[in-house]
Structure formats: structure tokens, C-alpha cells
């Protein structure tokens, strides 16, 4: 079974600066599709970036993006100029590939990185 | 467009009660999931389904059950409850099919209280 590991249970950083994020992750398959997801104290849970681990390049959303590291099973989110509203729970997800039922199987998420915003 | 929807938001039970809580998505999405999240442990699969009339279990199905009788709308059930089953539950769905890079889009999320 798959396993998402996040090493920090809280973060945090001041305004306007930048902050990243550890995930790593176990899997045995060479295809597969990862995620950072926001939960705000709204509970919404919110979809950041994604990455496939097809691409070498990495993911960028904005002031979001990614570290991915596939030999290492690493997939870190760096959040440039941190704002106040980035405040929230941070989750990594992995995603099986398709031809093992991937997608259908649902993620498989971290416990959570809870980020705190200094202003 | 909705999106995804849940009944209810709260709910308070004794132990040994029932409920069943809904999910209702508007988006024709084939896939959909039951999650819950506990404290200091992320979210976990309850149970999901791949098609209407279809479901199967996740990684913690027991004392649940589901039905998916129309595509849009998914049920989990708790038949008798437990305090152990207290937690925050969401839903969530993606259209499916071959293309995995398909985004989950979750639900609100119920919180559930079971005394």
C-alpha cells in the first residue's frame, strides 16, 4: 500500500517571505499523480497544484510550485511571498496510475501541515 | 452549478443510532468517494464507487455502508453508530474514466459527533 509522509506538523513563516513544505511519499509504480491540497479553518478542502510523475518538469501555479524529486520519492510545495490567506492545512495526496484502478482507488493523503502565517 | 453538496452540515448521535448522510453532485461525474478526517490523521477512504449501481471498499469500511442508486447522488450509512465514528466526513467526485490527472472536487464536509 502507498503511504504519504508529512515530517512537519506545523510551519511557520512571516508575511511576504517564502516557505516549503515536505512530503515524501512510498510507491512501488513508476507512473502516478501527486497533489497539494488547502484546507482554511472553512474546511473546504481546495486544490493547490499537481503533478505527474511522467513530467519531469515541475509543476507552477502562480506563487505555488513544486520540488519534485521522483528517485527520492519527494514532493515538496514551496509558496513564494506567503500572504496572509495562505493560512491553512496543508495536505499531500498520491494518486495511483490508471491501468491499476488508479483514480478509481481514491487518494491516499498525508496527516496535514498546518501553516501559520506571521504578519 | 452546485457543485458537490452535503447533508447535513452537523449532527449529533447517541450511540447505537442510525443515519445516513448524503452526497448529491451536479457535475455528471462517474467517480465518487466517502472520506473521513480525524484529528492529527488526514483523510481517509471510508468507501467509493466507480459507476451508478457500483460501489467497493476503501481503506476503513467498516461499520459503514454506501449505495449509489442514481449517478448523482452517493449515500453513506451508519447503522449503528459509535464514538469512534466521530469525525468530519466529506464527499468528493471526478468525472473518471482513462485521464488520472483528473481533479477530486470535495463537499463541505459533515461533522459528525457520536455521544
Known amino acids: 500500500a502507498q503511504t504519504v509522509t508529512q515530517s512537519q506538523p506545523e510551519m511557520s513563516v512571516q508575511e511576504a517571505e517564502t516557505v516549503t513544505l515536505s512530503c515524501t511519499y512510498d510507491t512501488s509504480e513508476s507512473d502516478y499523480y501527486l497533489f497539494w491540497y488547502k484546507q482554511p479553518p472553512s474546511r473546504q478542502m481546495i486544490l493547490v497544484i499537481r503533478q505527474e510523475a511522467y513530467k519531469q518538469q515541475n509543476a507552477t501555479e502562480n506563487r505555488f510550485s513544486v520540488n519534485f524529486q521522483k528517485a527520492a520519492k519527494s514532493f515538496s510545495l514551496k509558496i513564494s511571498d506567503s500572504q496572509l490567506g495562505d493560512a491553512a492545512m496543508y495536505f499531500c495526496?498520491?494518486?495511483?496510475?490508471?491501468?491499476?484502478?488508479?483514480?478509481?482507488?481514491?487518494?491516499?493523503f498525508g496527516k496535514g501541515t498546518h501553516l501559520i502565517i506571521q504578519p | 452549478n452546485a457543485g458537490v453538496t452535503q447533508t447535513p452540515k452537523f449532527r449529533v448521535l447517541k450511540t447505537g443510532q442510525s443515519m445516513t448522510l448524503l452526497c448529491a453532485q451536479d457535475?455528471?461525474?462517474?467517480?465518487m468517494y466517502w472520506y473521513r478526517q480525524d484529528p492529527g490523521m488526514g483523510l481517509r477512504l471510508i468507501h467509493y464507487?466507480?459507476?451508478?449501481?457500483?460501489?467497493a471498499k476503501g481503506e476503513v469500511p467498516d461499520g459503514y455502508n454506501v449505495s449509489r442508486l442514481k449517478k448523482q447522488n452517493f449515500l453513506l450509512g451508519l447503522e449503528s453508530a459509535a464514538p469512534s465514528q466521530t469525525s468530519v466526513y466529506f464527499c468528493?467526485?471526478?468525472?473518471?474514466?482513462?485521464?488520472?490527472?483528473?481533479?477530486?472536487?470535495f463537499g463541505p464536509g459533515t461533522r459528525l459527533t457520536v455521544l
Open positions: 495526496a498520491y494518486r495511483p496510475p490508471t491501468y491499476s484502478g488508479g483514480g478509481a482507488d481514491g487518494l491516499t
Open positions: 464507487s466507480v459507476g451508478e449501481g457500483t460501489t
Open positions: 468528493a467526485s471526478t468525472p473518471g474514466g482513462w485521464d488520472s490527472n483528473n481533479e477530486q472536487f
Open positions: 457535475m455528471n461525474h462517474e467517480y
